[in-house]
């Protein structure tokens, strides 16, 4: 039988747009308490004038220190926090080994795979006092096969899907879980970092935000007896 996330303490980080904005919204409206976070506050802001009760705090996932103040301020709010959501993400135009230079793969492997840590490091150590908390990371299907998404991409979404597996099995004794659910094509603002941009044809068969916000819930509604270790979602028609 799954469990409900009513009053669970919910913490999405990357929630301004796309994916993360739609699990903070279908969180909130399953009842729990969530707390939004991102680097842009007006997108922030704009999400908590339609959702009632979101608390929002603009952080940047690249910061520890940022990540340190932002579970203070979650635990404060609203209590001990029971799932974190890692949704932040991001890729480069110039992204083939030809255009990648040492700046950009430092960009995209610090937003996509450092800051996973900085934020799994400041989380953890409330949930091992409680003995309990679940970790749910968006990562890609770029992180189980070759394809054209750029090396940068893929070695930090292939080196997020390890960590979250060394964390599980770190941890797994406090009663914490991961779990990392890898989307094939999502229609997100991601999209305009593509050299070019799928055609409209595609498009209309990729997966919409919410599809994966649902896969989070319903990740986040498994018992504690049970962990989804991995989730692959991906679009019926591609």
Known sequence: MSISVKNQVVLIIGASSGIGR???I???RQGARVMASARREDRLR???SEVSGLEILAADATRPADLTALVQRTRERLGEIDIMV???GTNTPDRSLKRLNPEIWDSVIAVNLNAAYYSTHAVLPSMRAKGGGHLIYIASTSALAPDISGAAYQASKRGLLGFAHAVRFEEKGNGIRTCVICPGLVDTELLEKRPV????ELLAKALQPVDIAEAVLAVAEMPPRATVLEMHVVPSLI
């Open 26 to 28: 279908l969180m909130a």
């Open 86 to 88: 890692y949704v932040t």
């Open 46 to 48: 704009s999400l908590q």
């Open 22 to 24: 739609e699990t903070a």
């Open 197 to 200: 941009k799928p055609s409209p």
